[in-house]
């Protein structure tokens, strides 16, 4: 009985945490959205920005950071499960491997300021690329490798060892067991952590505002090695550098729902994606 009552105890602890952290999330989604949507409009969505960007509209953030984005998971997908596959299908499972293992999960908790900087000195100052797109999506590729790295090789690991084992008993090298027979059914896992990876490279501000983010920029960028302005940090300068915060408050709001709306779609892309590779499995 005693230990009955301490389960449900824990058991109600964890569900109070669970509803108070929704209410929390709640909440300010819908403090940004009713505070938000009186300032969407057409002007708002598509027009330039202008006095520095506490007037007129936000599209050249709106396709910086969706350009941002885009680059950040063309270079960080590839090699993050490039790399999973090698750590969980290819390399020896031995001391080293797990020294790389802790390393990978230890950079996934690294603040977003150290890959700033880290894109600063290598990707900006050492490459010559300069405060551009390029510098930017190669910095912000590499804050969300780990994360991706991780959860993709969590995904890899779930698949039954039956299946490779069987594979490779036929006589299928290892790349057609792996492509065949792991790949199908870990997918959908694998997208998942490309779907933590998208909602953390669309936030950040720290790493863009060191490689590629300018404070005010009214037209959109003509190539990969062009500043662009971007919704977090214009965020950030209407919110913490403007004279009249409270001026420029409704386009505050009006920028974060955008962002959010942004970071949902990309979401919503990648669960699609993931739910698809999922309805093809058939255990």
Request: glycine share 8%.
């Amino acid at each position: 009985m005693k230990k009955n009552h301490q389960s449900k105890v824990i058991i109600w602890a964890l569900r109070l945490s669970t509803y108070f952290i929704v209410m929390v999330v709640g909440y300010l989604l819908f403090d940004i959205i009713v505070k938000g949507l009186p300032t969407i409009s057409w002007s708002f969505i598509f027009d330039l920005p202008r006095h520095s960007g506490a007037e007129g509209g936000i599209l050249p953030a709106i396709v910086g950071t969706i350009y941002l984005v885009l680059g950040s998971m063309i270079f960080a997908l590839p090699l993050g499960m490039a790399s999973a596959i090698y750590l969980s299908e290819y390399a020896f499972q031995g001391r080293f491997n797990r020294y790389v293992r802790l390393a990978i999960i230890t950079l996934a908790g690294v603040p977003s300021v150290v890959f700033g900087l880290f894109g600063l000195g290598l990707f900006v100052l050492f490459f010559g690329f300069g405060a551009s797109i390029l510098s930017g999506s190669l910095t912000l590729a590499f804050m969300i490798l780990p994360t991706i790295i991780v959860s993709s090789e969590e995904a890899l690991q779930a698949v039954p060892k039956g299946l490779r084992e069987g594979s490779l008993a036929l006589g299928a090298t290892m790349w057609q067991t792996v492509y065949k027979n792991v790949l199908p059914y870990a997918l959908p896992g694998m997208f998942t952590g490309s779907i933590l990876g998208i909602g953390r490279a669309a936030g950040e501000t720290a790493p863009i505002l060191l490689t590629v983010a300018a404070f005010f920029l009214p037209r959109l960028p003509n190539s990969i090695f062009d500043q662009v302005m971007a919704l977090p940090y214009h965020l950030y300068v209407l919110a913490t550098q403007h004279p009249d915060a409270q001026k420029v408050l409704p386009m505050q709001y009006g920028t974060a729902l955008v962002l959010i709306v942004i970071v949902v779609f990309f979401n919503l892309t990648a669960i699609i994606l993931r739910n698809h590779f999922r309805k093809k499995i058939q255990w």
